[in-house]
């Protein structure tokens, strides 16, 4: 079917990587979500393969291929294991913030690690007090000489216990300040005074979710990410990328249920006919086709926009809010057109349990659809 945002080459990576996700990632979908372990050998095989934050410039180790080329790579990848497609999630959201915001001289070894599949990284801003306010942050951050001293706590924090840096968002001016009092640093996370720890969470067992823990924590003023006070408002137009290549992601998982079910009622008989003689089956599964195809053709105008340096922060929160949500549903209603076999532990209940997080972070519904309203109404008819 011919896309409007998928030339030949983009096609033609598109595949070369979902061989690449079929002959290597797929087969460890299962087990990764058993041992709750990222396997590390398959992030650098990534590396090596030009999958990691293709966007980013050649400079910092990238392709300068653009962000269509990164969500197509991206899909590909959570089409086989959604959770270890967090490793492009995080490289191209963390790796947009230290190339367009560090200071190249201390980001570019980092970025050429990140791209080579060597680090990981996880993006901390998340605070125990609160989510979705994200701006009233209670983490301090502290300068003292040429330096900075974090204190405080981050949690439902992807990677925590894995990521070998996090971008850490954290108060500098005053708590009224909201989010004109925020900067942005860059912490290795083997740095004395970080501890860390893992919750036990329903899905993406493989990548996983924590807290980090921040005493007297000394980095680098160098280490600073955009001008101080302003970290959240500079770096969190970021979020608008990472949310289009979220939609791409569950919205991927959901496709290949949807692939698999229609094969399955096909061939699956019952009173005679085959399942998908039956309204009842064929209908809820076009329903949800027709959905997922225009949800997929959202996010990928969404990435072609921000490629064309074009306003696309509203296209990207309804990425947010409607695909997570979308996918939930069609995943939910193949599984129980697999009977016992899809209820049964295996791929179709995994999928269901790693996609419903993202109705939880990196931003709720809520307040995606707020996002939506003050670009449609205006900031002030919508106020906070």
């Not at 999630?89 to 001289?105: K, V």
């Not at 969190?236 to 990328?241: C, I, L, S, T, Y």
């Not at 599964?285 to 340096?309: E, I, S, Y």
Request: with cysteine; proline share 4%; glycine share 10%.
């Amino acid at each position: 079917m011919t896309n409007p945002y998928i030339d030949e080459d983009l096609q033609a990576l598109a595949e070369h990587a979902r061989r690449f996700a079929n002959g290597r990632v797929a087969p460890g979908f299962l087990e990764r979500d058993q041992t709750r372990v990222l396997d590390r050998r398959l992030m650098g095989e990534m590396g090596e393969m030009g999958f990691i934050a293709p966007e980013l410039p050649e400079r910092f180790g990238g392709q300068g291929l653009g962000c269509l080329a990164a969500g197509v790579i991206h899909e590909e990848i959570a089409r086989a294991d959604l959770s270890l497609s967090y490793i492009n999630l995080l490289a191209s959201l963390n790796g947009q913030i230290l190339a367009e915001h560090g200071r190249p001289e201390v980001v570019q070894p980092w970025l050429e690690k990140l791209t080579q599949g060597q680090a990981l990284f996880a993006i901390a801003l998340t605070e125990p007090r609160g989510g979705s306010d994200a701006a009233n942050l209670r983490l301090r951050i502290e300068r003292v000489g040429d330096e900075y001293i974090i204190n405080g706590e981050k949690t439902s924090i992807s990677a925590a216990d894995q990521a070998d840096a996090c971008v850490v968002f954290g108060r500098t001016g005053t708590v009224d300040s909201a989010a004109h009092g925020v900067t942005a640093l860059l912490v290795p996370t083997d740095v004395p005074g970080l501890t860390r720890n893992r919750f036990d969470c329903h899905g993406q067992r493989a990548i996983g979710r924590g807290s980090l823990f921040f005493e007297n924590v000394r980095v680098p003023i160098s280490h600073r990410l955009g001008d101080e006070n302003k970290g959240f408002v500079q770096v969190m137009q970021g979020f608008d990328f990472s949310r289009a290549l979220i939609g791409l992601q569950v919205l991927a998982v959901a496709r290949v249920a949807l692939e698999e079910t229609w094969d399955y009622v096909a061939q699956r008989e019952a009173f005679g006919k085959p399942l998908s003689a039956f309204q009842s089956v064929s209908h809820p599964l076009a329903d949800f086709d027709t959905q997922v195809t225009a949800a997929r053709l959202l996010c990928l105008q969404t990435l072609w926009l921000k490629d064309r340096h074009q306003p696309h922060t509203a296209e990207a929160a309804m990425c947010k809010w409607w695909a997570p949500k979308l996918a939930y549903e069609a995943i939910h209603q193949c599984l129980l057109m697999h009977g016992h076999g899809g209820y049964d532990r295996g791929p179709m209940e995994q999928r269901l349990r790693d996609v419903l997080g993202f109705q939880i972070g990196d931003g709720t519904a809520q307040i995606m659809k707020t996002i939506v309203a003050r670009s449609r109404a205006g900031r002030q008819a919508v106020p906070a």
